[in-house]
């Protein structure tokens, strides 16, 4: 169903009308996202902007070998997510 409003965003209110309070929550929350500009300038950053040195490679390395020798010893990522008050949806936003 297409609407006729010649104005982009007369459009958008209409749109915004025809939606469920949960559909309306989630465009909110994109278009303060859109707006904000640390929220866009960390969305387009780099996943990794510094080189990784060879001795963070063998600490990671380290951390791998201790847990494959101490089964059931480490904090599962639940917890520390918990701990932080995160959940794992919280990790891709």
Do not use: C, Y
Not at 83 to 93: H, V
Request: hydrophobic share 40%; net charge negative.
């Amino acid at each position: 169903m297409a609407s006729t409003a010649a104005n982009p965003k007369q459009q958008a209110h209409e749109l915004i009308e025809r939606m469920s309070i949960g559909q309306v929550s989630a465009v909110v929350g994109l278009l303060e996202a859109m707006l904000d500009p640390v929220d866009r300038a960390i969305a387009n950053a780099p996943w990794e902007d510094e080189p990784i040195s060879e001795e963070e490679e063998r600490a990671v390395a380290a951390s791998k070998q201790w847990l494959a020798e101490h089964p059931g010893e480490g904090i599962p990522h639940e917890e520390i997510l918990r701990e932080f008050g995160l959940t794992p949806d919280d990790l891709g936003r």
